[in-house]
């Protein structure tokens, strides 16, 4: 096999492997269309699909291809005789193979099927605030998760193979210094602010509005981000996400459950900003492969976040949109001011759900989360000791105790899907977040963008400095090459400090 | 490889196949919400999963375990050391392996992007009412199709082997004697009615009906017909059908595309009866496997025509039913009696949209597909001359000629799937479901049952007689089974004079 061949059938492999991917992406979409009894299949079509891909590219197959491309190397110190992208796509290919070898496909198949399983285990237990109907299964997923790390293997800390999962080249190490000091600025901020939010009345936004009304205005908030609904569609489902089900069909779905305004828009222009990302990085030179994706979760979760909060919680976003959701809500918000909604959006109140919770304790119930997963993986926390444990860390970080499971240790979905090392994503999402808005500050008035109403300045400089690149570049690449220098969690205490204590 | 071994490998390759076609059919339910720029790429997506069920039904490993079991003798003879469900399994495989042989993977990928790609085009095409720009299309598939039968191969006649897809056994010859005699007894009945019916006032029905009433109603209707919410989803769409995403995830949908109460209705009663076939067809013995499924589309139409036709449209269910509806519509309905209701649903009137005719002319809007079919195929007909040849054989059969092709040629979408052979199903499921009803009747006091409001006497029936016989029987053998004998039109002509005539 020549070097051209070996190239033209990789890129058949991974075209079938992003073809799966997405047709798989279909089946989640439609998850909660299933009927009751059709639940249990859905999961054994999704084991089918995931083994399929397992087969696809950790293949002997892919094996000889590799070692005829002397990926080895390629990942290693590159190739000058091969262009960026096809450089990228073979570097990836090794990582995963290397990865997934470790594993076999009956095992994914099992994984595959039990975590399929258990999202209606982990939602019945939430539902009826019964930790012990989920034990069992949570109990099974987590001893899986603990094979899987022995079998990825690793040097340092058996947390690093399942980070590196989502976040390649990051170690356990770095993110738990980051997350140090990234704890400290929090207490800081918070501390200031306690008093101050406390006193701060956001009762407003917990009224009956009405929902057709809602989506018009998120609709027209999206237009101005540019979401091309041409290439996309916007769902309601009862948790927020974005997924691509197609290179051109990239949807995001938003929650109605409560009557509260702005809970059901910050969640769409989040998943909006996942959704720009694939809508950028699925171009004329990445489309249909594996590089139209972001650099990483923590680089997808910049995008999203640096739409939700660093725009939309601003005062420039809400001194141009408020008016347009007052007249909407004449009855709901005459009395209430611009000054008023930005404060009440911005409201910072330890609370006990991490995705209500406001931008500067957020971190705080991820570094829970990244602290009891490692305590799992070692077998240092067993399943059964862990609802004492979250409540436990939720007072000691937080100050709070969960009245119940429900709003505790059951509230998020990510540990049914067997999916480990994801949340720390989330938080240095918010870190990447900070330093892309400080870089992109040099280059333009982000304020004066914001305010206008029209943000294709913001979406272009994603677009050129990011978004363009897709997954073509390691994200500790990416992050040097779009600000200069290596992750800092300075940016993201400036930002907070600029925001809750330099302007107050 | 030992016969038990054999047989093993062979039902975890329909289980895979099962599934998979099950995963294609939750890319289909999603096809209405894709966004216009990925509707190519969803063709490509079901085109893979076209070549994977192809790959893995048309091995050599099929063909040797196929060989290991001696699969021509228990085809043809039957083979006493395997149970009957297994047998159905190996002659199902056998006959499909036989065919699918004759093409290959590229050819079949082909044809799946071809029509997945035509779907829009054809769509387009109807919108505008501008045939030409379906005609390239249409013609390239055509084209595959003829290639199609001639890799089939055929004793006596092209149309033979398009038709056996669909209807296992049954050869042209057959269709061609029996549409004869329905044509003759159609027209007999159309003539008699003719002045008549022509003025009946059914303009009542056609009024604004609130479209959460008729859902509300319909629901009712199919719970007394026994679809379980349980294991089935009811939802909108464009072009009613039913279809499994799964054993216990079988759906339908309707349409509420004008200001018309009982074209919804009996569109869901009609997929409802599809629906009900499939989920009595998935029990313990055919559960997950190619045999839960309706012996052949003709027996499948059998069903949902015999639930929409001779009970939906009974005198007993709308003496039943249409107090409820007219209490639920008082304003649309309060002048108009239950026999003015009746006739109204029942009036037979030619006209150009066969989803829309009667149950007497429907058969006449098969008969001019079927022959047109049978030209096309052996390009006595060119796609170019489609439309004139359709317009001047409306004149002949039902003495209306189509305003436009959107109303002649361009309203159906099954050529643009590719799928000659298909139409003929629906009027013998008009012949099959008359004499079943015959047969039924013998056992059970239909319209006393239908007036009851409680069908489940009828369900079990079906279930007893043929539901729960999934495909294991050939449909010719299974009418013989139900019926005592072959298939015979004359109980469909009884059925229509008994209506249409005899009790006038």
């Known amino acids: 096999m020549n070097q051209q061949e070996a190239i033209r059938s990789l890129e058949a492999i991974d075209r079938e492997y992003v073809l799966l991917s997405h047709i798989s992406g279909v089946l989640v979409w439609d998850q909660e269309q299933v009927p009751p009894a059709g639940a249990e299949e859905r999961a054994t079509q999704l084991g089918l699909l995931d083994r399929k891909m397992y087969e696809l590219t950790a293949s002997d197959t892919v094996g000889e ?24 796509l073979v570097r990836h290919y090794w990582e995963n193979w290397n990865r997934q070898r470790k ?3 009956d095992f994914v198949q099992q994984f595959s099927e039990l975590t399929g399983r258990a999202h209606q285990i982990w939602a019945q237990a939430r539902q009826d605030d019964d930790f012990s109907l989920y034990e069992p299964t949570l109990s099974e997923i987590i001893e899986l998760v603990r094979q899987k790390a022995q079998r990825f293997g690793y040097t340092d800390d058996p947390y690093d193979p399942l980070l590196n999962v989502f976040e390649p080249g990051t170690t356990t190490a770095e993110v738990s210094q980051v997350f140090s000091a990234m704890q400290k600025d929090i207490l800081e901020v918070l501390e200031y602010v306690r008093e101050e939010h406390a006193a701060i009345d956001d009762s407003f936004l917990s009224q009956s509005f009405p929902q057709d009304k809602q989506a018009a205005f998120a609709h027209d908030i999206l237009d101005a981000m540019g979401y091309d609904w041409n290439r996309g569609v916007s769902g309601i489902a009862t948790h927020p996400y974005s997924i691509s089900l197609g290179s051109d069909d990239i949807r995001i779905t938003t929650r109605y459950t409560e009557p509260q ?14 959704a720009l990302y ?32 660093m725009v939309g919680r601003s005062k420039a976003f809400w001194s141009r949109f408020y008016p347009r959701l007052q007249h909407l809500f004449p009855l709901q918000l005459d009395k209430v001011d611009t000054e008023q909604f930005y404060r009440a959006v911005n409201r910072v109140k330890p609370s006990c759900i991490r995705v209500d919770a406001d931008e500067v304790t957020y971190g705080l119930h991820i570094i829970l989360r990244f602290n ?24 000691v970080l937080l100050g709070i105790r969960p009245e119940s499971d429900r709003t505790g240790v059951l509230q998020d979905i990510h540990w049914s899907m067997g999916e480990l090392g994801y949340f720390p994503t989330y938080a240095l999402g918010n870190l990447y977040g900070a330093q892309i808005l400080d870089t992109m500050q040099q280059d333009l008035p982000v304020d004066e963008v914001i ?3 029209d943000f294709s300045p913001i979406r272009q400089w994603l677009t ?4 363009q690149h897709g997954a073509i570049y390691r994200p500790k690449d990416l992050l040097i090459k779009v600000s200069g220098h290596a992750l800092d969690a300075r940016h993201f205490r400036d930002y907070l400090q600029r925001k809750y204590i330099g302007e107050n």
């Open 451 to 453: 305010g206008s109403g």
């Open 278 to 309: 694939e809508m950028g990085a699925s171009n004329a030179r990445t489309r249909g492969t594996s590089l139209a994706n972001g650099a990483s979760l923590a680089f997808h979760e910049s995008q999203s976040r640096l739409w939700e909060n």
């Open 65 to 88: 291809i590799l070692d005829a491309l002397g990926a080895s190397d390629v990942a290693e110190a590159g190739d000058p005789s091969l262009d960026e992208r096809t450089g990228a």
């Open 103 to 105: 594993l076999d496909a």
């Open 261 to 274: 305004v702005t809970s059901p828009l910050f969640s769409s222009i989040h998943e909006a900003g996942h």
């Open 372 to 395: 009891l997963e490692r305590q799992l993986l070692t077998g240092q926390l067993e399943v059964s000791d862990l609802p004492d444990a979250w409540n436990t860390a939720m007072e």
């Open 464 to 467: 050129d400095h990011i978004l």
